[in-house]
């Protein structure tokens, strides 16, 4: 939770750009990396995960009845881009998000839906089960799920900011790549970020251990806003990417409300002392 100014906030964050442009070279690369994944999350996440490119939401974009050249590519084009989109619009929105607010005690305790919820999602969406099984059901992924949800980001600026910053670079074109491994990182951890304060105790495994700091905590605090608060908001679940995000006015901090609710759920954060 942050009580200080958005101005104290802002002058941060312009203070870590100037001091990184100063340095340049590597660090630039990383901190320019960081910010492209903190953006491109928040685009991955909420104009196709949660259909914000409205055409996400269609079962199927039936073929246009015309003999224009441009109405026909338009509609080709939007075809092929909801034949991408579509999965990750189902494993999230669909089935994540739906689960977490049907049957969030299991989601608190073991990290997944039940069984029965599970099944239940897969028998709905027959033209997606691929997506939901590579994606835990909307709650991690296997090694297919994590390729194509990074590829994703070709969506965004990500790549190609990169490209034109550092074609003829290649040690700071790496450097600025390293942050965007948080993607499928943060995809990973997502369902420890779900559990009760309890089982994140006991099941979170060792290399995952530094989300039980504060900043971890902040992140789940955000993400139970983000699915029992305000679902257009907190999208980010990279640890630190909404101080990025926080310039578009895109978060919002848990207040008391939420902390009730949170506790009200079995899901309250350790208190911190
Ligand atoms: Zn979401
Ligand atoms: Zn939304
Ligand atoms: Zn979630």
């Known amino acids: 939770m942050s009580d200080r100014h958005p101005a104290a906030d802002m002058n941060g964050h312009l203070a870590i750009i100037a001091v990184a442009t100063f ?22 996440h909420k104009y196709i995960f949660h259909g914000h490119w409205k055409f996400c939401k269609e079962e199927v974009i039936p073929d246009v009845d015309s003999r224009n050249p441009l109405v026909i590519l338009h509609n080709r084009t939007i075809q092929g881009l909801h034949y991408i989109f579509r999965p990750f619009y189902v494993q999230h929105w669909l089935a994540h998000h739906k689960h977490v607010t049907k049957d969030n005690q299991h989601v608190a305790e073991h990290g997944d839906a039940s ?15 691929a997506a939901l099984l590579n994606s835990s059901h909307g709650m991690g992924a296997n090694i297919y799920g994590l390729v194509y949800q990074y590829l994703l980001l070709g969506f965004t600026p990500l790549p190609w900011f990169g490209l034109l910053a550092y074609y003829d670079q290649p040690l700071c074109l790496l450097v600025y790549f390293l942050p965007s491994l948080m993607l499928p990182l943060s995809t990973v951890y997502h369902k420890y970020l779900h559990m009760s304060n309890v089982s994140r105790q006991k ?5 995952f251990r530094w989300l039980l700091s504060d900043p971890g905590e902040d992140v789940v605090r955000k993400h139970f806003m983000h699915h029992h608060v305000n679902n257009d908001r907190n999208w980010n679940f990279i640890l630190f990417a909404d101080a990025v995000t926080d310039v578009f006015g895109m978060n919002v901090d848990p207040d008391e409300k939420t902390m009730r609710h949170m506790e009200k759920l079995g899901l309250q954060v350790a208190v911190k002392s």
């Open 23 to 44: 340095l340049g070279g590597l660090s630039a690369a990383l901190l320019y990396g960081f910010i492209n994944i903190a953006i491109g999350e928040l685009i991955i």
């Open 203 to 207: 099941k979170t495994p060792w290399y």
């Open 115 to 129: 069984p029965r919820m599970q099944k239940e999602t897969l028998e709905r969406y027959p033209l997606n089960t």
